[in-house]
């Protein structure tokens, strides 16, 4: 039987490529963001239209120029550091906030991808976005975050509510500051529930029950004890949301009465309310007081006796020289190291628990630069002393900080360094500043193997080791270094790792003026 046979395409004609890139100009040239080839002498050898609204050239007058020339000695200084990075074949994306010619401040999002081929690094492309738009967003946001909660630490109002599906909880940051516990803690269900005080805690879960069961509201006043152990009262709302018919969702609102139970009290409670009070003062006064003496029995009891056995090793170590017993003598320096690290171990210990736990800023003098330099470098053991080089950037001689907790944080910056670096190489201190912020810069350079990138994400969190997460000890020293910079109102970064070495910054904000 016969059939009919489609007929078969037509071959279409060959494609030209000049027509091919001449399309592609086409497209890229209308795209908003900017997009550029840079080779690796930080040469232009291609770039869209897009760089004429930034920089007012057009591509014929940005290729073949020179990335230093096109950014200027303000901007390119600060992007200097990302062009580093991906001509080692490392992505980079960052913000920055570019003036354009037309003196409007535009908000960036930069991506650095680097052209590799065969391993080898031959260029990187550019794509620079605009994100004013997204910026402004942002703050408005922010804005409107902000001004709800300062409406309700005003009214001492605060939002919640309960995923009733999966039983997650999510409170605002004014119930966090009503119920005492950190802003953005999220409570399981028995948790919340347990800052009701246990007298009503029985009647809150069956209002609960019953509005889950009913669909009804309820508007109740509750006594509650809060994280650190303070009765207040608070009038709590809620009610349920359903979804086809079903009960999905909680929420509602906190609201600190505890000022108006008082008052509405007051004229029969304020002598028992003042009693409470005293109270409570006084056992807070006492825990205190107990803290710092149980601190201070720690730091008498047990440093004078490692202090005694230090010098007792330096004097035994001195004798041994005298007659020449240098097996012995080694031993007895190894018994120094130990307890050297003990001794450090428990400054840091200390240090946390007393000095670093606090909320309040560093109270900064003016302080000479080389003298902390010197002290920190008089930290370490003796026979390393000589591996630590200073090399001087700046002709800065003094800077505002804590001086004793710079020396804190410096020495365990140099104990790593040292700890990490082969026991021929130095380990170097350099010394800079910036003016953009004003601050005095101090960069701690190892020669050692570098940071596992298992230990980056955490580097300075308490319980991280420096160098390998398999090192033995508390892991202190980096979230020592960070909360001390913190309290200056600095900053502590990774600035460059790699098999060469490990590059730590410290970040120390001079105030102008000072």
């Not at 016969?2 to 795209?31: F, G, K, S, W, Y």
């Not at 330096?314 to 320096?333: E, G």
Request: proline share 6%; with cysteine; charged share 25%.
């Amino acid at each position: 039987m016969a059939t009919d046979t489609p007929p078969l395409p037509q071959p279409l004609p060959p494609i030209d490529p000049e027509d091919v890139n001449r399309h592609m100009r086409r497209v890229v040239d209308h795209l908003p963001s900017m997009l550029a080839y840079w080779d690796k002498e930080l040469r232009c050898r291609f770039a869209n239209k897009a760089y004429k609204t930034w920089f007012g050239l057009s591509p014929e007058q940005i290729i073949g120029i020179h990335m230093p020339d096109l950014l200027g000695p303000r901007l390119f200084p600060l992007n200097e550091r990302y062009v580093r990075g991906v001509l080692g074949g490392q992505e980079q994306v960052f913000e920055r906030v570019v003036p354009g010619p037309d003196g409007v401040q535009r908000h960036s999002l930069a991506h650095y991808i680097p052209d590799i081929v065969d391993g080898v690094v031959q260029g990187f492309m550019v794509q620079v976005t605009e994100i004013t738009h997204i910026k402004a967003v942002e703050m408005a946001l922010r804005d409107s975050e902000a001004f709800l909660d300062r409406t309700g630490r005003v009214a001492c109002v605060g939002g919640w509510e309960v995923d009733l599906l999966t039983s997650t909880h999510k409170w605002s940051d004014q119930v966090c500051r009503i119920y005492e516990v950190p802003l953005g803690h999220q409570p399981s269900r028995t948790e919340a529930m347990a800052f009701v005080a246990p007298e009503a805690r029985e009647e809150a879960s069956k209002l609960v029950e019953h509005t889950i069961a009913t669909g009804q509201p309820w508007d109740t006043v509750l006594p509650v004890i809060t994280a650190k152990g303070r009765p207040i009262w608070v009038r709590s709302f809620g009610e349920v949301a359903y979804t086809d018919g079903k009960p999905v969702r909680l929420f509602g609102a906190v609201q600190d009465i505890t000022e108006l139970r008082q008052r509405e009290a007051e004229l029969h409670q304020e002598q028992t309310l003042r009693k409470r009070i005293e109270q409570q003062v006084q056992e807070l006064d006492r825990l205190l007081k107990e803290r710092s003496e149980m601190l201070d029995v720690l730091a008498h009891e047990v440093r004078q006796p490692l202090n005694n056995a230090s010098a007792a090793l330096q004097s035994a170590q001195a004798a041994l020289a005298a007659v020449s017993d240098h097996a012995a003598a080694q031993r007895v320096t190894r018994a120094q190291n130990v307890m050297r690290q003990v001794m450090a171990n428990i400054d840091n210990t200390l240090a946390v628990a007393a000095l670093l736990a606090r909320a309040t800023p560093a109270s900064c003098q003016d302080t000479d630069i080389d003298t902390l330099l010197a002290v920190a470098i008089a930290d370490m053991p003796l026979e390393q002393q000589a591996r630590v080089h200073i090399v001087r950037e700046t002709s800065t001689r003094t800077a505002m900080m804590d001086m004793s907790l710079m020396r804190l944080a410096l020495r365990n910056l140099l104990s790593n360094a040292l700890k990490f670096s082969p026991a021929d190489r130095p380990v170097t201190i350099r010394i800079s500043d910036s003016d953009e912020p004003l601050a005095l810069v101090i960069d701690v350079k190892d020669e050692g193997p570098g940071v596992e990138a298992t230990v980056l994400p955490a580097l300075f969190e308490r319980g991280a080791h420096g160098h390998h997460a398999h090192q033995t000890g508390h892991g202190l020293g980096l979230y020592i270094v960070k909360r001390v910079m913190e309290l200056h109102g600095g900053q502590v970064s990774l600035l460059d790792n790699g098999p060469q070495g490990a590059t730590l910054r410290l970040m120390l904000i001079q105030t102008p003026g000072h």
